[in-house]
């Protein structure tokens, strides 16, 4: 077997934090090569400097058997190499075409038909549909997902790396995902998967590479392990089982959603009548696949989408013509589905990223303003919860790294008295340690806190170990099974897809 | 990569140098003769002050506007129904009741030549850059009819209104002739100060700094967006009718057809220099003004009074790449 990328000894250091220690990679050509590892092992920085985003301070690069120094991606792309991010580089204002040939056009004339020609061929090769006349908006996760493939085919190249692929994707667009990279291995080309689903890695790579403190611990065959191994190599000792101890006595029921119908973005509604009641002391979960109307009902409850028909009661009270700043003040609290365009400032500094939600709950509000010494202590709490690394509060959210991003927003939840907690995907980029860590705090908060928590995950598994009890949605309704089922895996699954 | 700042700024001055060569007058005449004319003399000194004062707040309305997300390039006409609404309430009330008077008109006139640009971009999504230019197209017709009419001085020949007396004027506050201070330009820094101190420490100036940084996490953390976006875009109209008031009651003395020579472009150029900071107001417009004066002496020489223009394009070009860089140094 050929190796179609061989790094050796790859170091890299930013400031005084060293990333990479000599790291070696072997990935045989016309395999799926997974890397596993923990938020800030050096997988991302890897897979960079792999593509020529980042230069190394030591080491080797070697690309289908040639020894190479990329000074640019764009050398890295010449080489065959591509990359797709955990933020997709689609750009909403342009269409799917234009955003297909992106930085690659054929000419300077770009001769329509021959375009659209060549990117039907590519899309029929993996099964793929598009619109290429469409704005790239209307395009679901997984469709994003699809068109950031097509953009490296489009591009030649013969290596992919993909990271964190499935972290938006529901379960069936996950394994349509894994379908196209099995008929692209087939026809040659390399996949490197940065994951943290370690399911995944079981049931679809070959080999496994594991990365933790930025050195390699352990590359190995699939075959040659399992799940619960890879994630001891992966946190570095014996793993604990989580503590899901069911709830004492429920307290009040802090909300309620009665007859909910909220229209989804393209006119149809997406929540269709759903009823939902959560009380003090518990943790709710949403079980179903992507766009049953979790987005919209959430943003019902949080109120910044409108509610056609239906009552939101938050608290006890009827909440439904609450502006959202009131539901916030009265104690809700929001970790959002996508941390980059609902969540954070990346240009902003930790420091003000903390107050940003929370700005108008006393304390932190004071009379008409901020109050500095509140804001400093809500920050330095909010990212000590989760241990986020950070260089120091004044510097701006982008300079941490996704999951350190998402470990301050978790904490950032937790902080001035939350009453009821909206989460989706609370894991999402997490590492199983930090992930199990957000939901003991959230499990902590409800226990002893007298709160609740509402959480969308599409990992029906994290749901099932987190959660207290399971409802479904689909198709903009919710479904409840039986209590004594409520954490039934094959029922919630039927109720997911509507089997009878 | 700092090589990069370094031949912008070089090519820039290559630009300047070859247009003075070009208009015959001697690089180091000229560019000395400049800096002469806005800061070699108490005269001097007063006349650039005068000319910074309406771009400082000028600059500090389409800066109010630019953190709220929103590009106000309706300044201009802001500015102008400001100065001619100060005037026109002066002319009937006289006295220091007409200067307070005149003022708060100024304020409103702007604040109210902004609100159907606020009003549909809030809620219409209407773009602010569109409607704005078309008001400024109104605020211009309007005020050079009014001028030409009503409110035009019957003895003069051009459409201009009466000459205010001294008393119906924004006295200075120091003044030892050649040299003086208006309680203007005072006025001005007054209000940027305050507006820094606004926006870092008021919840209300938090949440108009995340609307314009990020409309939707704004929306997710309870801002009333549309409300914000409303507000802004009337504080930034009212700060430009104020920047029209001062000029017209400090300086002017009255209001006439083409009052502005351009001072709510000139701003956009202002706020854009000043980058995230109101403070950095100061410089930006003190640059911008001492330019404007600079300019009108080296004329004497037999060089155009535009290229001081050209070297504000240049000032604004090496700056976007010296803040390019260190936006892109942070990736």
Known sequence: ?500 | MRLRVALVSVAALLLVVGALVLSGVPPTEALAELARGAFGSKSAWAGTLRETTPLLLAGLAVFLALRAGLFNIGVEGQLVVGAMASVAVCLAVPGAAGVVLGTLAGVAAGALWALPAGLIKAYRNGHEVITTIMLNGVANFLSTALVAGPLKDPSQQSPTTRLLDASTRIPDLYSAPPFRVNLGLVAGLVLIAATAWWLRRTVAGFELRATGANLRAAEFAGVPVRRVMLWSMVASGAIGGLAGALQALAYEGRFYAGFSPGYGFDSLGVAILAGASPFGLLPSALAFGALAKGSTSIQILGVPKGLSYVILGLLIVVFAVVRYRREGARD
């Open chain 1, 1 to 500: 077997m050929s190796l179609a990328v061989r790094l050796r000894g790859i170091s890299k250091r930013f400031g005084a934090v060293r990333a990479l220690e000599s790291v070696d990679l072997d990935v045989e050509a016309g395999t799926l090569h997974a890397l596993v590892g923990e938020n800030g092992a050096g997988k991302t920085t890897l897979m960079r400097v792999l593509y020529g985003a980042i230069q190394p301070d030591a080491g080797s690069i070697e690309v289908e058997g040639r020894a190479r120094r990329f000074r640019s991606s764009r050398e890295a792309i010449e080489a065959g190499i591509g990359m797709v991010s955990q933020h997709y580089s689609i750009l909403p204002q342009l269409t799917c075409l234009q955003n297909l040939m992106l930085g690659a056009e054929p000419g300077a004339w770009i001769a329509e038909g021959a375009a659209v020609a060549r990117a039907e061929e590519l899309a029929a090769r993996m099964g793929f549909r598009f619109d290429w006349h469409a704005d790239a908006s209307t395009l679901s996760p997984a469709g994003a997902q699809k068109l950031e493939i097509l953009k490296l085919l489009w591009r030649s190249a013969r290596i992919l790396i993909l990271d964190e692929p499935t972290a938006m994707l529901s379960p069936a667009d996950s394994d349509a995902l894994f379908e196209s990279l099995a008929q692209l291995r087939s026809e040659g080309a390399t996949v490197i998967l940065v994951t943290h689903r370690l399911p995944e890695v079981m049931d679809h790579a070959e080999r496994v590479t594991v990365l933790r403190g930025g050195r390699r611990v352990a590359s190995m065959p699939v075959a040659d392990t399992d799940a619960r191994g890879l994630a001891e190599l992966i946190v570095g000792h014996t793993l604990e089982r989580a503590s899901a101890e069911p709830p004492g006595s429920l307290g009040e029921e802090l909300l309620a959603v009665q007859g909910l119908v909220v229209a989804g973005y393209r006119g149809d509604d997406a929540v269709r009548g759903a009823d939902l009641a959560v009380r003090a002391g518990e943790i709710v979960g949403i079980a179903g696949v992507d766009g049953s109307g979790q987005r919209e009902l959430f943003q019902a409850v949080l109120g910044v989408a409108r509610a056609k028909a239906g009552v939101v009661r938050l608290f006890g009270e009827d909440a439904s013509k609450w502006p959202p700043s009131r539901r916030l003040e009265a104690g809700l609290r929001l970790i959002p589905e996508d941390r980059h365009e609902e969540g954070v400032i990346d240009e902003w500094p930790l420091l003000e990223n903390a107050a940003l939600g929370l700005q108008r709950v006393p304390p932190l509000r004071r009379g008409g303003g901020l109050d500095p010494g509140v804001q400093r202590d809500v920050a330095e709490r909010a990212a000590r919860a989760f241990d986020t690394k950070h260089g120091g509060l004044r510097l701006p959210m982008a300079s941490l790294s996704g999951g350190n991003q998402q470990r301050f927003v978790a904490g950032r939840a937790l902080q001035l008295g939350p009453r009821l907690l909206l989460a989706f995907q609370p894991a999402r980029g997490l590492d199983i340690e930090a992930t199990r860590r957000v939901y003991d705090a959230i499990r902590t908060l409800c226990r002893e806190g007298g709160a609740a928590a509402l959480v969308v995950s599409f990992d029906l598994d994290e749901l099932l170990e987190h959660c207290d009890r399971l409802v479904a949605m689909r198709s903009g309704r919710i479904f409840e099974p039986p209590p004594e089922r409520a954490k039934d895996r094959a029922e919630i699954g039927r109720l997911m897809v509507g089997a009878a």
